[in-house]
């Protein structure tokens, strides 16, 4: 009595019953509507054939109704077989797999499946359906022209008028679908041409455009539609939709930008001023563009002198500029970018803008941490800009005034042992031009954390606690040390405003010293409130130099002194 072990149903990998005393076939694939076929494959359930003979026979005749089928079967492993077609089969063919009825399993096959009558189903059938898209350039998720012409490549080619009556362009904001539009005659030669592409694959290109020009901005899906016919054999048509998603570019605009202290301020006159442009543009036309102010010969663009590409995206203007200055910048009238597209602002041009004040600064030459030679009457050099007035000399004001608070300060603090310099040393590194956690800093705990609003898995708003972090330029290190001093600038030339000087801070002890500017005009300016800014470095002031020579056994260290070099 036979018996059958599994059962299952016909599909795209298609699975058979499978006797337990004879092959079947497992899967044979494609079947159904396939878009792209290249090969047949047949899977049996065991080896039916002695693989490596070289009489092997093809167990299935493959048959196509409208084109005319080329190709060689093979195959694979002992259970696998293969039929490949010589080109890809072109849309509207459909296609049969049959059983050849002389064919059986070879007796020479191992396993015990081999001698026994084949089992289960031995027709197939599947088709390509109607023509599909199988590339298009410009590709899905590019950036497209407002004009663009599209070159689409088929698996075969398609009836025109089905085309124009199924293709659209669908586009993020118009209501009604725009049909494609194709190319013909001599303008379509010529572009394939171009694109040297063989003329044996004319027939299965488009070259195809949106009917009317595109809104800049816009999404863009060019939808390949059901009901497309098939060249070979109009009957046969598409009954899947394919979707390729685009944008349309931005349109050809210039935007002035120049750095500034806050949102509303004017432009920095020592940070560069600049035109970009959102697509690329000659260099020929960028050079002409000119910042002019409001007295004096107008200023071209600089650019950079190994820079020399031909078409540019962006111009910057020189520098430093005038302060408290008018200005205002000029395009050439005639500027279009690289696709010959016009400004799309130009009425904006000319375009006024202003110059403020230089930012405040107060910066040490080496921080955090510098070398001072001793005899040479030391100095430490610091640049400073807008913040003089407030740091130099004269008596403090007392501590019950409110001016105690605000009044820009040079604290130093000399450090007496080395536990002391290792310890400050370590501390000026932890500190400098960073944030650490109010914890870390040393704040009260009810200042460790702070809430903000935020949502939980369900959507309801909720606080969420988040660990503070406290930029180190706005904490002090020496406000509250009873052991600093404050340190009298010399006397500083001329006034402000100035564009900045260099001023050396005298010291006449010898060793290692902790120097913090305190700098509320600084904090104003930089930290967007009102607090002060604080700065700070290490220095050693000494007359010893330390060298060091690494080598292969053993090394050297010695001392020697800065004034004579001697050890």
């Known amino acids: 009595m036979r018996t059958r ?18 092959a079947a076939i497992v899967s044979v694939g494609p079947q159904g509507e396939v878009a792209q076929v290249r090969q047949v494959t047949v899977k049996f359930s065991g080896p039916v054939v002695a693989f490596g003979d070289p009489r092997l026979a093809d167990p299935f005749a493959i048959g196509c109704q409208g084109t005319t089928v080329a190709g060689t079967g093979r195959w694979a492993s002992d259970r696998v077989w293969l039929y490949d077609f010589r080109d890809a089969l072109p849309p509207g063919t459909k296609c049969s797999a049959k059983l050849r009825p002389e064919w059986k399993p070879s007796a020479a096959a191992s396993g015990p499946a081999a001698a026994a009558p084949l089992t289960g189903p031995s027709e197939f059938a599947f088709s390509t359906g109607g023509p599909a898209i199988v590339s ?78 595109l809104p800049n901005n816009a999404a863009l899906r060019l939808v390949w539609g059901k009901g497309i016919a098939a060249a070979a054999n109009p009957q046969v048509v598409t009954t899947i939709e394919q979707r390729f998603r685009l944008r ?25 001023m600049t035109v970009r442009f959102s697509a690329p543009v000659p260099r020929t036309l960028a050079a002409q563009a000119r910042l002019q102010p409001s007295s004096g010969a107008a200023l071209a663009p600089v650019f950079d002198k190994d820079d020399k590409a031909s078409e540019l995206t962006e111009i910057a203007f020189p520098r430093p500029l005038a302060e408290n200055a008018s200005y205002s910048v000029a395009l050439p009238a005639d500027l279009k970018d690289n696709a010959g597209r016009p400004l799309a602002n130009a009425s904006s041009f000319p375009l006024k803008v202003q110059t403020g004040a230089a930012p405040p600064i107060a910066k040490f030459a080496a921080a955090p941490f510098g070398v001072v030679e001793r005899n040479a009457d030391a100095m430490v050099p610091v640049t400073l800009r807008h913040v003089q007035a407030e740091l130099r000399g004269g008596a403090a004001p007392a501590a019950s005034t409110p001016a105690a608070s605000s009044a820009g300060q040079v604290r130093v603090k000399r450090l007496q042992t080395d536990a002391e310099i290792l ?31 935020d949502t939980d898995a369900k959507g309801r ?13 706005e904490v002090s290190l020496l406000n509250n040390d009873a052991s600093a001093k404050r340190l009298e600038l010399p006397q500083l030339a001329g006034g402000d405003p100035r564009p900045f000087e260099v001023v050396g801070l005298p010291f006449a002890e010898p060793g290692y010293h902790v120097v913090e500017i305190e700098s509320l005009r600084l904090g104003q300016a930089l930290l967007d409130k009102r607090a002060p800014m604080y700065v700070r470095t290490g220095v050693l002031i000494t007359n010893l130099g330390v060298h060091f020579k690494l080598g292969r056994e053993n090394s050297v260290v010695w001392v020697t002194t800065l004034d004579r070099g001697r050890r």
């Not at 072990?5 to 004879?22: F, N, P, S, T, Y």
């Not at 689409?152 to 009604?176: D, H």
């Not at 931005?250 to 020592?270: G, N, Q």
């Open 423 to 453: 310890q400050w040393y370590a501390r000026l590194q932890k500190y400098h031009e960073t944030q650490l956690t109010a914890e870390e800093l040393g704040l009260p705990k009810s200042q460790w954390f702070t809430f903000e609003d």
């Open 461 to 473: 708003p909720i606080k969420r606690k988040v660990e503070r972090r406290v930029g180190t330029r």
């Open 136 to 213: 298009m350039q410009p590709g899905d998720g590019a950036e497209i022209e407002e004009d663009q012409h599209f070159l689409i490549r088929l698996n075969g080619a398609a009836v025109e008028a089905t085309v124009l009556a199924n293709a659209r362009c669908e586009v993020e904001g118009i209501g009604e679908r725009l049909p494609l539009a194709l190319i013909g005659g001599e303008q379509r030669a010529q572009l394939l041409k171009a694109r040297r592409i063989r003329q044996a694959d004319w027939p299965r290109m488009l070259i195809a455009r949106c009917e009317r020009p």
């Open 5 to 22: 072990d599994i059962a299952c149903g016909l599909g795209l990998g298609l699975a058979c019953l499978v006797a337990a005393h004879g």
């Open 248 to 272: 349309v570019r931005a349109p050809f605009t210039a935007e002035f930008s120049c750095e500034r202290e806050k949102a509303a301020a004017p432009c920095l006159p020592i940070r560069p």
